[in-house]
């Protein structure tokens, strides 16, 4: 049996077909690179769930990186009205699905319920100075919120330019561009005029952007701070915090 023969990657010994290192192979960006380490934590996680054998760091690590550190289910509550707390959690009646007791009552045409949920939009800094740790955070994040509304939620990347809102359903459909100056005010105002109107808007950044001096009106503006690199913004309706970004 020949044998193997796998590569300096795995061997530390260069084999002929290995590219030189000035031959134009730059490797991954810290996007592209924070992609790939997301779908292998959600996918080591995934194989948990299976009941399959991973290695137990492995395991922690997954874990460790797709731990939110902020309690949204409380915070977003919190950033809501109170008529709009007063209604979230509740349910109204809809003809879009059917009630689930109609079998007892086949002749009398019944309306399903459906549960009100607040429009929570997202505004991700895709700026330069917004490095793989930073960036790897804010994705977590953005997991959180997309499972605690429990359905598709728009999501805003800003540099100083606004791209196109993404309706994100899971966090792997998130496209992560930029790479520029820092301007998320203008990404706060794209936010903001999306129909419906959101009630929360969502900003995770390292903070080094200008800020608006208060939220869109109709709106609550929750600033996540990721890092120690700026202060904590301030404003009518602008809640702030800071947490840290991955190591």
């Known amino acids: 049996m020949p044998a193997c023969r796998c590569g300096s990657g795995a061997g530390g010994r260069r084999e002929l077909v290995e590219l030189e290192d000035d031959e134009g192979a730059d490797g991954l960006d810290d996007v592209d690179a924070g992609a790939v380490r997301r779908d292998v934590a959600h996918e080591v996680d995934a194989a948990v769930a299976r009941g399959e054998r991973v290695s137990p760091g492995l395991v922690l690590w997954a874990q460790a990186y797709l731990d939110p550190q902020v309690p949204w289910p409380r915070l977003l509550r919190s950033a809501l009205g109170r008529p709009l707390r007063a209604v979230v959690g509740a349910s109204e009646p809809t003809w879009c699905r059917p009630d689930r007791r109609a079998g007892t009552t086949p002749d009398v045409l019944r309306p399903g319920r459906r549960r009100l949920r607040p429009e929570v939009a997202v505004v991700v800094d895709t700026s330069a100075s917004m490095s793989r740790p930073l960036l790897d955070a804010a994705v977590t994040e953005v997991d959180a ?76 503006l929750v600033a996540v701070v990721i890092g120690d690199q700026a202060p904590l913004p301030s404003g009518d309706r602008i809640v702030a915090l800071r947490v840290e970004g991955h190591r």
């Open 145 to 220: 919120i997309v499972r605690r509304c429990g359905a598709s939620t728009t999501v805003v990347v800003c540099d100083e330019v606004a791209g196109e809102p993404q309706l994100v359903r899971t966090v792997a459909e998130l496209e992560l561009t930029g790479g520029g100056g820092t301007d998320l005010r203008v990404g706060i105002e794209a936010a903001a005029a999306l129909r419906p109107r959101p009630q929360v808007v969502v900003v995770l950044t390292d903070g080094l952007t200008p800020w608006p001096a208060a939220a869109p009106v109709g709106t609550t």
